[in-house]
């Protein structure tokens, strides 16, 4: 699973070949292009929605969930889409583009050429710092 990825990425695994380590260097992200509903349906299954989750770790990612807590949400507001329904907080693209900004290097003036209109969207205002200095 993930754990030996990361073991044998870090150089950590007893390994006749000696690879070096590139887990500074990793990145690996997992998202859906849909969210699920947080309330089953009649036929105890759950429902496409508008938002999820996104699940970042390599080498240089600062730990931790995000934009999933009291301090963004008021008290029974997380899921205030009819009860059901998690409200969006984090655009995908600002996740997208930290990756490709803070981890690969891209010039900040790619934004919008990897995303048009990213700039003027506001969404360069919403990085996360999921990358360590």
């Known amino acids: ?9 870090s150089g950590a695994a007893v390994d006749p070949r ?6 500074q260097d990793t990145v690996v992200m997992t998202m859906s292009e849909f969210g699920r509903t947080t309330v089953e349906n009649t036929a105890g299954g759950t429902d496409h929605a508008a938002a999820g989750c996104v699940f970042v770790s390599g ?10 807590d009291a301090t963004t ?6 899921f205030g889409v009819r009860n059901r329904y998690l409200l969006q907080q984090t655009d995908y693209r600002s996740i997208f583009w930290d990756v490709l900004k803070n981890h ?30």
């Open 1 to 9: 699973g993930f754990k030996s990825l990361r073991i044998v990425l």
């Open 18 to 23: 000696n690879y070096a380590s590139i887990w």
């Open 59 to 68: 080498g240089n990612v600062n730990g931790g969930v995000y934009n999933c």
């Open 73 to 78: 949400w008021p008290a029974g507001v997380m």
């Open 104 to 133: 690969m290097g891209a010039s900040p003036s790619g934004a919008d050429i990897v995303f048009p209109g990213y700039t003027a969207s506001g969404l360069g205002s919403q990085e996360l710092g999921l990358f360590g200095a």
